[in-house]
């Protein structure tokens, strides 16, 4: 790519976020989209072009750009915590929930991440998993428990959305297979037969999060975590994972195919102090 060709990109980042740069976050969750709602959709279709991945590196040498696209990436998440919120709300209405939930846009993607989930981690039906920051709609536990029989436990910071997730899961007949606990990374119970830690792209501080895993975790426990390495999504990583502790050591990456946009990363605690 081009100089020409990451100057103009770099200025559609900027004219949207100078469209919405000024909303809090209370506004983004609460107030009237229509204002907003354009905005974001066009930065979608912007981060899902299909440039090299080496695009975001040369981008984000540029101090103001990153500040910028950093702060745009918080207000993006915000949007969408704000679209999940509505479509818990709405699958826990409908007279089909199953259904419902198929219909939800990103559905597709949860299912490629499972897989992901599934395969890097070597789970087997009857497994159990934590999933980490698990939100109003968690659709990976969901995904996991029905393709492949696990069970397990999501747990969300924010008591609203862990009430909510609550009444999803019993609408959706996974009780039994699901739990949903409020709480943070000292809410993660220590059990035997955890066969997987998966820590969610909200669940932060992450250096904090994996620090306390280190101590917490017996030796042989697998950790898995997801980022965005691919082309301009890298961008939208506001909370990166700035180092791994030193009793962790990565065993697989596996990377995205369409629909999934996400990089999986697999841990497991070794005997290192």
């Known amino acids: 790519m081009n100089k020409n060709e990451l100057g103009l990109i770099k200025n559609e980042f900027m004219d ?16 009237p989209q229509d204002s907003f709602r354009p905005n974001f959709e066009k930065l979608q279709c912007l981060i899902a072009r299909d440039v090299d991945d080496q695009a975001a590196d040369i981008m984000l040498s540029d101090r103001e750009f990153y500040e910028a696209v950093k702060h745009l990436s918080h207000l993006k998440r915000i949007n969408g915590l704000r679209i999940e919120i509505a479509y818990a709300r709405s699958i826990i209405a409908a007279p089909d929930a ?76 996974l009780a ?29 501080p992450k250096d904090e999060i994996f620090a306390h895993l ?15 390495e691919k082309g301009l999504r890298r961008l939208m990583d506001d909370q990166p994972v700035a180092a791994i502790a030193p009793e ?18 697999f841990l497991v605690k070794t005997s290192k102090a």
């Open 16 to 31: 949207i976020y100078h469209s919405v740069c000024t909303l809090t976050g209370d506004e983004i969750l609460n107030g």
């Open 98 to 173: 199953w259904e419902h939930i198929k219909r939800f846009p990103y559905y597709p993607n949860y299912l490629g991440l499972a897989r992901m989930e599934y395969e890097g981690a070597k789970l087997k039906p009857g497994d159990r998993v934590v999933f980490l920051g698990s939100g109003p709609v968690p659709l990976s536990l969901i995904s996991l428990c029905k393709q492949y029989g696990l069970g397990g436990v999501g747990i969300e910071k924010v008591q609203e959305y862990a009430d909510l997730s609550v009444k999803l899961i019993e609408t959706l007949g």
């Open 176 to 204: 039994d297979h699901i739990r949903i606990l409020q709480g943070d990374h000292f809410s993660i119970p220590v059990e035997k037969t955890l066969s997987l830690i998966m820590v969610g792209a909200d669940a932060c």
């Open 214 to 228: 280190a101590k917490m975790v017996p030796g042989g426990t697998k950790i898995s975590y997801r980022i965005y």
């Open 248 to 265: 962790f050591e990565e065993y697989a990456r596996i990377r995205p195919k369409p629909p999934v946009n996400n990089t999986s990363v």
